[in-house]
């Protein structure tokens, strides 16, 4: 009898941690699907193509355009005249690292040891996080991990780019850029003032161009500062080669001018994360063909490094010739990463950025400027089917996907938040059945 009574007990504890573990509807795989009948944006950045069909073929577009036929034996999906892009992917983000700001639930940084550069937080990445399917839902199907911090000031560590499908293989790229940040709140932890930050940074550069060559009584003192381990030092030499960018989470003009020094002295590829005052130095940027990632909603400072902030950063950037891509602020990097990245597309939009720039600076430009545009940015043949069919216009709040696909595999558009809020609805307070058994 106690026996009984202890089952009766814990059964509704697994049917709340069922609800918590979002159990995902199979979904059919794929195969051979065309897409019909679709405002389609097969290359972000030009217009649209009208009742266009995409054939995938083995998770990839095969073919797409107005002139293509659905062949026999492929499932159709009728869009119905609706908008057709490719999934969208957010450039700062915390996913798969962070459920919440409870300690036990972030691994984005480390605040002490030997890791600095090389903090590498992949190992990490919990591709079950109840995070992803609500991004998901809003039409992300890629994202850019940033690590928050290093016990090595300026650097953070290492980027990290996500594929956000239903399985567990969602790394995308590994080591894709090591992240350092100069002024704000870093200032403390690198001696009290950002000369000191850019002073640590180089160092650790020189420090790695010099690793492996014999010392010199010039060269030889480099290895003491900015924990310029082995490991480190290793961390910089693809950012040296330029097979992977350096990326520096900077606001102020001052410290945008130096960053773009850097890119004199080191031939690196830069992208700048932040730069709300941007705009100052567009053309600047521009020439150097540095990339920048900001927040649109940005239009009042929230420190001194963000004096100049304003709505139209974006556009004027855009029209400089700067490849844009879009963040959102630091409390939009987990469960509102989706829907904050096509607002924020949004509010470019109405602050004077063309509309088809705005759409390619969350899918084909952010791929170009992470280095994964060979494979994923666009609806073109050879390319990843990341596509979300949308029941508006995919730059306003209010819109949502209708269907989506990663990788050419449908995926469930449902989340723990959804299931919560059908298991607790009024509807259902005449229920028999108590919250915790309800499905």
């Known amino acids: 009898m106690r026996a009984k009574q202890a089952m009766w007990t814990v059964a509704p504890l697994f049917a709340t941690l069922a609800v918590a573990a979002v159990a995902q509807p199979a979904r059919p795989d794929g195969g051979r699907i065309a897409v019909i009948h679709a405002k389609a944006y097969l290359t972000p950045g030009k217009d649209a193509v009208e009742n266009a069909t995409i054939l995938i073929e083995n998770g990839k577009v095969s073919a797409s355009g107005a002139n293509v036929t659905a062949p026999t034996g492929f499932r159709v999906i009728d869009a119905k005249g609706a908008i057709v892009t490719p999934g969208l992917m957010n450039s700062s983000s915390s996913l798969g690292l962070t459920e919440d700001e409870g300690a036990e639930n972030t691994d984005s940084g480390v605040s002490s040891g030997p890791f600095g550069e090389a903090f590498d937080p992949e190992s990490a990445l919990n591709a079950n996080s109840t995070v992803i399917p609500v991004v998901r839902g809003d039409g992300l199907t890629r994202a850019a991990v940033l690590p928050s911090n290093s016990a090595a000031p300026p650097f953070s560590g290492q980027a990290t780019l996500l594929v956000l499908n239903d399985g567990q293989h969602i790394l995308d790229k590994a080591h894709a ?79 945008l001018r130096q960053a773009s020094k850097l890119v004199d002295e080191y031939k690196i590829h830069l992208i700048v994360v932040g730069a709300e005052e941007g705009w100052r130095v567009a053309p600047l940027l521009a020439s150097r063909h540095i990339s920048v990632v900001l927040d649109p909603f940005t239009d009042s400072p929230a420190s001194f490094d963000q004096i100049g902030a304003r709505l139209d950063n974006a556009a004027i950037l855009d029209k400089a010739g700067v490849q844009v891509a879009f963040k959102a602020s630091f409390v939009a990097v987990t469960f509102n990463a989706g829907i904050a990245t096509r607002e924020g597309a949004g509010i470019a939009v109405a602050n004077g950025m063309p509309w088809n720039d705005a759409l390619r600076a969350i899918t084909s430009g952010v791929a170009a400027m992470w280095g994964i545009g060979d494979h994923y940015g666009t609806l073109e043949p050879g390319k990843d089917a990341d596509l979300v069919i949308w029941d508006g216009d995919p730059l306003e709040p209010t819109t949502n996907p209708v269907l989506e696909m990663v990788q050419g595999k449908e995926v469930s558009l449902d989340n723990r938040q959804r299931m919560l809020e059908r298991r607790y609805a009024p509807s259902q307070v005449s229920s028999p059945v108590p919250p915790e058994y309800r499905p």
């Open 177 to 255: 850029a090591v992240v350092a940040k100069v002024g704000g709140m870093i200032v403390k932890s690198t001696g009290g003032s950002r000369a000191a930050a850019w002073m640590l940074l180089r160092t650790a550069l020189d420090a790695a161009v010099q690793s492996g060559k014999p010392a010199t009584a010039s060269k030889a003192p480099l290895a003491s500062f900015a924990g310029t381990t082995p490991d480190n030092l290793a961390a910089l030499k693809p950012v040296l080669e330029g097979t992977i960018p350096l990326v520096i989470e900077c606001s102020r003009e001052s410290d």
